[in-house]
């Protein structure tokens, strides 16, 4: 599949989730789509609770999703949201992403209204990191 087929297929997968994220507390919706090694593609939104910081991240959400439906590699993956900055992946849930995949991965940053941001190697968000193979 050609990189642009990839990207738009995970947009519309984003796009979807971002308008279906739970945000009543900041009104700031998140969306994520993962292609795994099967070419399946998984999503996920942001989920916010009054007991914060019991929420959770779209694209932790994505990842469950992959490893409920029998995905174990992230191949790419796309975050989208609505802001002046970029919307990357927190702290966290880079460590997540790291965990199904190795550093070459490329992870793609999207305005739910301007599209493609820019894409990025986990390397490049995560520079050092430690990983299943570190173990």
Request: glycine share 8%; hydrophobic share 35%.
């Amino acid at each position: 599949m050609k990189l642009n087929n990839i990207i738009n297929k995970l947009t519309i997968s984003a796009s979807q989730a971002y308008e279906n994220a739970y945000a009543p507390y900041s009104g700031f919706n998140v969306g994520a789509a993962i292609l795994d090694e099967n070419d399946n593609i998984h999503n996920g939104c942001n989920v916010e609770n009054a007991a914060y910081p019991s929420g959770s991240c779209a694209e932790e959400q994505a990842i469950g999703n992959m490893i409920v439906n029998s995905g174990k590699i992230i191949k790419h993956i796309l975050v989208i949201g609505k802001s002046d900055e970029l919307i990357t992946p927190c702290g966290a849930c880079r460590q997540r992403i790291r965990e199904f995949c190795d550093a070459s991965t490329l992870i793609h940053i999207c305005h739910i209204e301007k599209g493609l941001q820019r894409s990025f190697h986990l390397d490049e968000l995560l520079a050092y990191s430690f990983g299943p193979e570190n173990l």
